[in-house]
Structures are given as structure tokens and as C-alpha cells.
């Protein structure tokens, strides 16, 4: 069977000893869990002592997690079954490393695929990479400051009326997609100051290509305006058709932004709604960028679906 190996580390300003108490009992894990914020409707159920826990949720699947092992501050040694969408178990544990400000925490899966499944090797390390990344971030913050700026309405099917846009398209690594994102929304800031007859909403990011297997992400950051003008050197002009989409928006910060673009493809591989291929998902920015304390920060995230 084609294995594979899943390791994320971070930096928490927190003993080893906090850290490590914190997580061997499964109660904590319902307040930065990587998957249960995906559905929060989920049925949880952890069992007295907080060594064992289980989950059944119709997008998540179903599945028990429990303490194989414990060694107090340095390493914690756990087994994960996964009962749906298919019968898996892994070994999964976390390290603990003190340095000059806490802990550095590592978080590692051995694991393996049904044979039919070898081509996904790829594909399953990446995305676990992903959830356990997101999920550390959300650890780090939850024990360095008692909560997690990231909440998730699950706002459902709606209508996007569609825009014409003047933007700049880059393709970067998804480490630098954060700065140069903020580099061409400041060129576009500076291009509309005196363009307010102009403008028709507010900022967006349309995603055409995330490819994490690669480490590429290609983006157009963008206004919508009422008709496409002389555009600056360098940008691009296009337009987003009127469409249904399926709307999910974060609040909070921005690091967190891909809880919301996770349960998005959760809720698809569900088959909750198809998404209309041709049209490339978005973010539309509710409030507007280095103006809103970041607990306060709304981001609707829309997936262009196929109506039914």
C-alpha cells in the first residue's frame, strides 16, 4: 500500500509543559481543530479523562482518535481512525522542543492509501500538510492569546450579479502570496485615488490556479469599475460573469483566510453543490484591508456553482 509521511512545525510563545497538556486531552482540541471548523455541526464525543475522542460529520466523515503514548513535554503518541469515506488507521504525534521563547511543536502522520488510490499519494500529503499547517496556526494562537480570530458562516447558495475589473495578475509561491498580494492591492490603491466616479464595489481576488503539490499560486488582484478604462502598466482588464455561488465568509484574520477555501473544497468533495468549471473561485474583502482590527476582518469567499 503507497505510504506517505505528513510533518508541520511553529513556533509557541508557551512552555513545553503547557503545550503538551493542552493537547493530550481531547477537549481542547474542539477550539483550533483544522477539520471540526470545517463543519461545526459535527456530533463530537469525548470521553471522560480526554484520551479518546470520536466524530461523525456528513462532510468530515467519521472516525476515533486516541493517546497511544504519552511522554510528558517532549512527545505525545496517537492512533487515527478513519472509518469514513474509507477505513484507514494512522500513527500521528507531536514533538515538543523547547527554544530561547517556548516550544517549537511538530506534528507528524505515517499513513497509507488503498492501493487504488496510489495516484493520490501526492495529493494527501499536500493537503494534510495543509489542515495540519492551518491547524498549528490555529494552536498557536488559541494558546498565546485564549482564542482563534477565525469564524465561518456558512451563508449557502446566492447570487454574484457579476463585474468588469481592472487588476493585476501574478503567480508566486503560496509563502509570498500574502506580500505580494498587499504589494498590487497598493498599486491599485494608488491608480483609483482619483477614480471614485469609477470604482463599482469593493476589492476582490479571483484564484485561478492553487496548486499547493507545486508551491504555485496564481491570482488577480482586482477593483471592479463600472467600464474598463486606460489601465496602469502592467494590469488587466476581465470581467466576472453573473452567476450562483456558494458563499462562506470568514471573519478574522487574514493568516486563517484558508479555513474558509478548505471548507469550501470539503463541501464540494461532499458534493454539496458542483462547482461551474470556467469560472474561477474568488474572495470578495467585506471590509476593507489595514482599516479593521483583525478579530473584525470579513472575507466572503465564493465558488461559482452549477445551478440545479
Not at 510533518?7 to 503538551?20: F, L
Not at 482563534?148 to 508566486?172: A, D, E, H, Q, W
Request: net charge positive; glycine share 8%; aromatic share 14%.
Amino acid at each position: 500500500m503507497p505510504a506517505f509521511h505528513v510533518q508541520k512545525s511553529i513556533e509557541i510563545n508557551s512552555a513545553p509543559e503547557v503545550v503538551y497538556d493542552y493537547l493530550s486531552d481531547f477537549n481542547n482540541w474542539r477550539f483550533w481543530s483544522p477539520w471540526l471548523i470545517l463543519e461545526p455541526e459535527a456530533k463530537v464525543t469525548v470521553a471522560p479523562g480526554g484520551k479518546h475522542y470520536a466524530w461523525e460529520g456528513n462532510r468530515t466523515g467519521s472516525g476515533e482518535m486516541k493517546v497511544m503514548k504519552e511522554n510528558p513535554a517532549q512527545r505525545l503518541d496517537l492512533q487515527v481512525t478513519f472509518l469514513k469515506p474509507w477505513k484507514s488507521t494512522s500513527a500521528t504525534w507531536f514533538e515538543f522542543t523547547p527554544n530561547a521563547t517556548g516550544t517549537v511543536v511538530t506534528w507528524c502522520m505515517d499513513s497509507s492509501l488503498p492501493f487504488f488510490l496510489f495516484f493520490m499519494k501526492k495529493m494527501m500529503t499536500a493537503y494534510l500538510g495543509m489542515d495540519y499547517s492551518r491547524g498549528l496556526a490555529m494552536l498557536k494562537d488559541q494558546l498565546e492569546t485564549g482564542s482563534v480570530p477565525s469564524k465561518l458562516s456558512f451563508k449557502g447558495i446566492t447570487s454574484y450579479g457579476g463585474c468588469t475589473y481592472v487588476g493585476y495578475r501574478t503567480t508566486c509561491t503560496m509563502s509570498t502570496v500574502g506580500e505580494r498580494m498587499k504589494q498590487d492591492f497598493g498599486k491599485l490603491f494608488s491608480w483609483a485615488k482619483d477614480k471614485g466616479d469609477l470604482l463599482n464595489g469593493i476589492p476582490f481576488s479571483i484564484y485561478h490556479k492553487w496548486d499547493i503539490i507545486n508551491d504555485k499560486v496564481e491570482y488577480t488582484a482586482a477593483f471592479p469599475v463600472k467600464s474598463a478604462p486606460p489601465i496602469p502598466e502592467g494590469a488587466v482588464t476581465g470581467s466576472i460573469p453573473a452567476v450562483k455561488v456558494n458563499s462562506i465568509v470568514h471573519t478574522g484574520s487574514y493568516k486563517h483566510l484558508g479555513n474558509a477555501w478548505s471548507a469550501q473544497y470539503n463541501m464540494q468533495r461532499a458534493k454539496v453543490y458542483k462547482w461551474k468549471k470556467g469560472i474561477d473561485p474568488f474572495e470578495v474583502y467585506l471590509t476593507m484591508p489595514g482599516t479593521t482590527p483583525e478579530s473584525e476582518q470579513q472575507t466572503d469567499v465564493q465558488f461559482p456553482v452549477v445551478e440545479r
